[in-house]
C-alpha cells in the first residue's frame, strides 16, 4: 500500500533570522550537491533578507530548482534556508530517516519534474510533490528498513571524514615543507627554522630557500583541455563514456550525465587518480575518482612528464586562491582561466631531489583517498540498488 507524500510530510513554515546562521547552518541551492551527495557550507549569508525558512535536525531538505540534478540533504544540524529549497517535516506515525529514504528514490526527482515548470531553469510545484508516492509501512517496519540504509550512509560518511583529514595532513606537510620552507635539511632540521640561507626573489616579493628557481604552473605542467563533446555523440549501440562536466566534478557520474564515444582522443579520457581543473565559471582543482569517462571542454586534464602528481596538484590548487582573489577584485566570476593566466603565476621551485621526497611521503596518502573515493562509489551504487528493492517490498527484511 502506498500513502501520499502530503498525508505523512508537509513544509515547514517556520521563520529564523538570518544573524542566527553561519556558512554551515545556512542551505542554498548551490550548497546542496547534486546526486543526492548532500551539502557543503555556503560561499555567504543573504546580504539583503533578516530571515529566511528554518529548518531543524532531523527534517529533509530539498532544491526546488533543477529537480533533476536531485539534490537533497538529511539535516543533522538545525539551521536556515533559502527560499528555492523546500523542507520537508515528517508527521507522527512517519520516521523522519524513512522519509529521508522514500524520498531519496530516483522515482521522486521523476515526480518532481513531471509537475516542474519553466524550461532552462525548470521549478518544482509544490502542490504537485505532496501528490508523490510513499510507501505506507508501519514503524517497525520502517525503523528496519531505515537502519539497513542506515549503515550504508554511515560508512560513507565515515570515508568522507577519513578523506577531509587525510587531505588535511598532506596540505599541512606540503605547506610546511614547501610554503614555510621548512623541509629537512641535509642533517634532518627543518631548513628555515635552523637557519637555512634565504635569498630574497623581486617576482615573489618574498626570501625563499638559496638555489629555488621561479617559474610559472605552464612550466611544471600541461593544462590539457577536454573536447567540445556534442562533436563526439555516440551513434545508436555504439559503446560510450560518460562526459565529465563541472556538475561532474561535483557529484561523479549520474544517469543524466551526457555520453561520448570511445573514439576520442586519449589525451582527454580521465582516469581514476588524474588531476582536473575547472576553469570556466566555477573554479576548481581536484583528484578525479569517478571512473573512467572523457572530459568536457571547461575542464583542464593537469598532466606533467618531468614532476609527480603531488607537486602539481598542490601547487594549482594552491595558486587556484589567486586566481579566485583576482574574481573578488574584479567582481567577477572569473568565468575564463586561460593559458595567460597560468602564464603569469609565479611559483617557487624546488630541487628536484625535494620534490621527489615529499612525493614519497604525500603520494599514498592520495592514492588512499582516491580508494576510498571509489568504495564510496560502490556503496552508494549499492544503497540506490537496495533503496527501490526495500520500499516496494520485494526485499523484505527478517527478524534475527
Not at 264 to 275: A, E
Request: charged share 25%; aromatic share 10%.
Amino acid at each position: 500500500m502506498n500513502n501520499i507524500l502530503g498525508n505523512v510530510a508537509y513544509y515547514s513554515e517556520e521563520i529564523i533570522p538570518i544573524f542566527e546562521l553561519n556558512l554551515s547552518s545556512y542551505i542554498t541551492t548551490d550548497s546542496l550537491l547534486a546526486n543526492k551527495q548532500g551539502k557543503c557550507d555556503s560561499v555567504n549569508l543573504p546580504p539583503n533578507s533578516k530571515t529566511c525558512t528554518r529548518f531543524k535536525k532531523g527534517d529533509i531538505l530539498v532544491a526546488n530548482i533543477r529537480p533533476y540534478l536531485k539534490k537533497i540533504w538529511f539535516a543533522d544540524i538545525d539551521g536556515g534556508c533559502s527560499a528555492d529549497v523546500l523542507v520537508f517535516k515528517s508527521k507522527e506515525g512517519y520516521l523522519p530517516n524513512f522519509l529521508y529514504y522514500a524520498l531519496l528514490r530516483d522515482d521522486f526527482f521523476v515526480h518532481s519534474m513531471k509537475g516542474s515548470t519553466g524550461t532552462k531553469m525548470p521549478r518544482g510545484d509544490e502542490d504537485h510533490l505532496l501528490e508523490f508516492l510513499i510507501p505506507d509501512f508501519d514503524y517497525a517496519q520502517q525503523e528496519k528498513i531505515s537502519q539497513v540504509l542506515s549503515v550504508l550512509d554511515a560508512k560513507i560518511a565515515l570515508n568522507n571524514k577519513i578523506n577531509i583529514e587525510l587531505e588535511a595532513m598532506a596540505k599541512l606537510i606540503y605547506d610546511y615543507w614547501f610554503m614555510q620552507f621548512d623541509f629537512p635539511d641535509e642533517n634532518g632540521n627543518p631548513y628555515k627554522s635552523s637557519g637555512g640561507k634565504m635569498v630574497y626573489n623581486e617576482e615573489l616579493k618574498r626570501d625563499i630557500p638559496e638555489g629555488w628557481k621561479v617559474k610559472n604552473l605552464m612550466d611544471i605542467a600541461s593544462f590539457t583541455n577536454g573536447l567540445a563533446c556534442q562533436k563526439y555523440r555516440p551513434k545508436d549501440g555504439e559503446d560510450s563514456y560518460p562526459v565529465i562536466k563541472i556538475k561532474e566534478m561535483g557529484s561523479d557520474f549520474s544517469d543524466s550525465s551526457e555520453r561520448v564515444s570511445k573514439n576520442i582522443p586519449d589525451k582527454v579520457i580521465i582516469n581514476n587518480g588524474d588531476v582536473l581543473f575547472s576553469w570556466s565559471a566555477s573554479l576548481n582543482v581536484m583528484i578525479w575518482a569517478g571512473g573512467i569517462g572523457g572530459l568536457n571542454q571547461h575542464i583542464f586534464k593537469v598532466t606533467s612528464d618531468k614532476y609527480p602528481r603531488t607537486f602539481y596538484y598542490f601547487e594549482v590548487l594552491r595558486y587556484l586562491k589567486h586566481f579566485k582573489m583576482m574574481a573578488e577584485l574584479r567582481k567577477t566570476t572569473m568565468g575564463h582561466i586561460n593559458q595567460d593566466h597560468l602564464e603569469q603565476s609565479k611559483i617557487a621551485i624546488p630541487h628536484d631531489c625535494l620534490v621527489e621526497s615529499l612525493h614519497e611521503k604525500l603520494n599514498p596518502i592520495l592514492s588512499t583517498m582516491v580508494s576510498t573515493l571509489v568504495e564510496n562509489q560502490k556503496l552508494t551504487e549499492l544503497r540506490d540498488w537496495l533503496l527501490p528493492m526495500l520500499m516496494n517490498g520485494q526485499v523484505k527484511i527478517l527478524e534475527n
